[in-house]
């Protein structure tokens, strides 16, 4: 008995974008599963947009929407096919051993659907019977892919779950050469040794050469301005050697312009020391972001009393590219006196309920989990749930011992990983300053300024910390062996 294989190709419209280093994916891909005995026909599925080498393939099947039930359910009256493994198309790391042992697994215990729980989607695949898909009851939902059916459902199928060690989902890295970080991650990887490696030697290849990580900013945090109406008492603002004011409008496009030297997407938060929302040219600079290709998300982290009608308009007419995300510390006027300093409480609450009906879905609010705030904190979460606003719990990060510590319970993991924010992330002051990381508030250990060198140049100048850091070699200022966000994760 065999399993037919699936190259899925999941939003690819052009050729170039199933290539790595100049080799055409689906090709190279159905060479490697011909040495499989248990593997039968290789097939194809290309979204209706597709247009390339594959349109006109006797194999090659066009859907209109998701791989939902409907779809395998054609797929396999065409194919005629007892059994099916989809692989994405992008997967240039893809190893033919897992593959064969998946299939083997999948056959000789008579599953009706297999996949792997810790295996990244570039290395893996998932293997559907025909007897499951006839099986399968009509649902409401028509649209759900069928993993997703299957894998909220586990109790009424014949499951059979592949693990294979080691897990190397801490890296998070997806493997799927359509999304461009990961592309050059493995093509870093795989000029270590001119070959694409197998699973097993992936994490130690990693391991023993950690720069092929560090490939560019995915994050980038700009400090518009260090003004703020309100005195929060878990602030550093009031703590730097001089209060920042507003970052000259030039800087911005100058970022901009300087972030396509890495030509990778990328997120970028208004945050820092002060409220964004204050900066005089704030919309023209929302703009700008969000006219940027690479840009992907842009984050307005706002205590919410800037957020009035003049941003709920903007918001109405933006591409769907900015996320706000409001800080609330109280459930009523006494408790967020307490917490901010000053009595905004009704102005901010009237602002998020304006701002969740004009953009739904991309609004949160977002309380810190202090002393101060876990008195409430149900009542909080089941106000604001009631309403459809999400909640973010946030940690409190003292600064390095800046502020003072009102957490009540410690979430940090036992053993400590390489940072996630010298990995992935820049921050940058109102001055333009580049700073260490976010905990170097007041630029002491400043990687340059965006004047006086490029963010590449940065950037690289900066290795040299992260692959310490991943060494666990921490330096002395500032004090990263002290430091407890090298865990939390931004995009």
Not at 67 to 77: C, H, M, Y
Not at 82 to 94: E, N, Q, R, T, V
């Amino acid at each position: 008995m065999k399993s037919d294989i699936l190259l899925f190709i999941d939003s690819a419209t052009s050729d170039s974008e199933l290539l790595f280093l100049d080799l055409f994916l689906p090709e190279l891909l159905a060479q490697r599963l011909q040495t499989i005995e248990a593997a039968g026909t290789v097939y194809y599925s290309v979204p209706s947009k597709y247009h390339g080498k594959l349109s006109g393939n006797a194999a090659c099947f066009v859907r209109s929407g998701h791989d939902d039930v409907e779809f395998w359910k054609d797929l396999f009256a065409r194919t005629g096919s007892g059994h099916l493994c989809k692989i994405y198309a992008d997967s240039p790391f893809m190893d033919p051993s897992i593959i064969r042992e998946m299939i083997d697994h999948h056959l000789t215990y008579l599953a009706e659907f297999t996949f792997s729980e810790n295996l990244p989607a570039g290395f893996s695949c998932e293997i559907v019977s025909k007897e499951l898909i006839e099986a399968i009851p009509d649902l409401k939902e028509k649209t759900l892919p069928l993993s997703q059916v299957i894998k909220a459902n586990l109790n009424h199928f014949d499951i059979e779950i592949y693990y294979k060690d080691p897990d190397i989902r801490d890296k998070r890295i997806s493997f799927l050469s359509s999304r461009r970080r990961d592309a050059v991650i493995m093509e870093r990887i795989y000029s270590l040794g001119s070959a694409f490696p197998a699973y097993e030697s992936v994490r130690g290849i990693i391991e023993e050469h950690p720069e092929v990580l560090h490939i560019g900013p995915s994050y980038l945090e700009i400090e518009l301005t260090g003004r703020c109406d309100l005195e929060c008492l878990f602030c550093y603002r009031n703590t730097l050697k001089q209060h920042h004011g507003d970052m000259e409008k030039n800087l911005v496009p100058m970022l901009l312009e300087q972030m396509k030297s890495f030509n990778l997407p990328y997120t970028i938060c208004f945050g820092g020391s002060g409220e964004p929302l204050m900066h005089p040219n704030i919309f023209e600079i929302l703009s700008m972001a969000e006219s940027d290709p690479l840009v992907e998300s842009i984050i307005v982290e706002t205590n919410g009393i800037y957020a009035d009608a003049n941003y709920c308009a903007h918001l109405s007419k933006d591409g769907g590219k900015i996320k706000t995300i409001v800080n609330m510390n109280g459930m009523n006027a006494d408790t967020y006196t307490r917490l901010h300093g000053k009595d905004f409480f009704e102005r901010v609450h009237r602002n998020i309920l304006s701002l969740s009906e004009t953009a739904p879905g991309r609004v949160y609010i977002q309380i810190m989990k202090i002393n101060e705030t876990e008195p409430f904190l149900d009542a909080y979460y089941d106000f604001w749930e009631k309403l459809k606003v999400p909640v973010i719990l946030q940690k409190q990060n003292t600064y390095l011992g800046r502020i003072e510590d009102r957490r009540y319970s410690d979430l940090s993991p036992l053993d400590r990983i390489p940072c996630w924010h010298l990995q992935r992330d820049l921050y940058i002051t109102a001055d333009g300053s580049v700073t260490f990381c976010k905990q170097d508030v007041d630029a002491v250990n400043s990687a340059g300024t965006i004047r006086s060198a490029t963010l590449n140049e940065i950037w690289e100048n900066k290795k040299t910390s992260f692959i310490s850091d991943y060494r666990k070699k921490y330096p002395a200022s500032p004090d990263c062996a002290s430091c407890d966000e090298w865990y939390t994760f931004n995009a």
